[in-house]
């Protein structure tokens, strides 16, 4: 089951802050951020494997809520460079470990 | 540096053609995987493979079949391309295990006509 995430779009000014959600109908195992730039490849951020982690990078930073089947990932004094797609991937509890299921994905765009 | 390479950046097909799609790493992972990508759809996985010889069906096997003779590559096979295959392919790899950071491919946009 695909994850939902929202919103689908989101355009700042260079140093607001941002969040993107990641919802699944079903128990979470562990969830994954990845980035898009137009044209290129998508680059791993991320891993959370526990409910209620929270893992930062830089300025970007993620949390995993268990309970709400949920996780959130927060961009802070966003950077023209984070402009691009952001997609969370989630393995559920029970099923494959080898397979990621992608949602489908936020556009980020920051401007000057 | 990891480096996931894929034979073509761009390929145009056409409609009952067999494509192939060959994805290669250089980092020894046990973990492949070919995923498509549409426009407001995200990344669907089509395959993955976690050894030699080994795959699984992922979301949307459909109108595609896969080979890994070698750890270090995998390939997507379009038996019989059709119009609405025409998408972005990416091919990832991972190390086994619980699922990692998966490396991708520039990958390959694809076209049938």
């Known amino acids: 089951q695909q994850p939902v995430q929202s919103p689908q779009a989101v355009i700042l000014r260079e140093g607001e802050d941002a969040v993107i959600n990641c919802s699944s109908s079903k128990a979470l195992y562990s969830v994954h951020w990845y980035r898009q730039k137009h044209g290129e490849a998508p680059v791993f951020l991320m891993i959370l494997l526990k409910g209620g982690e929270q893992k930062g990078h830089e300025k970007i930073s993620a949390s995993f809520n268990e309970k709400k089947q949920q996780s959130s990932l927060y961009l802070t004094a966003s950077q023209l460079s984070y402009s691009g797609t952001y997609f969370c991937g989630s393995t559920n509890s029970g099923g494959s470990n080898y397979k990621l299921t992608f949602g489908k994905g936020t556009l980020l765009t920051v401007n000057p | 540096d990891v480096k996931v390479t894929q034979s073509s950046r761009y390929l145009v097909k056409r409609t009952g053609e067999k494509v192939f799609l060959e994805c290669v790493q250089d980092?020894?992972?046990?973990?492949m995987f070919w995923y498509r990508q549409d426009p407001g759809l995200g990344l669907r996985l089509i395959y993955f493979?976690?050894?030699?010889?080994?795959?699984e069906k992922g979301d949307i096997p459909e109108g595609y079949s896969v080979s890994r003779e070698k750890k270090e590559r995998f390939s997507l096979i379009l038996e019989s391309a059709s119009t609405n295959q025409t998408s972005m392919y990416l091919c990832?790899?991972?190390?086994?295990?619980?699922?990692?950071?998966?490396?991708f491919g520039p990958g390959t946009r694809l076209t049938v006509t």
């Open positions: 493979s976690y050894d030699v010889k080994m795959k």
């Open positions: 980092m020894d992972h046990e973990n």
């Open positions: 990832a790899s991972s190390v086994l295990g619980l699922v990692g950071e998966q490396y």
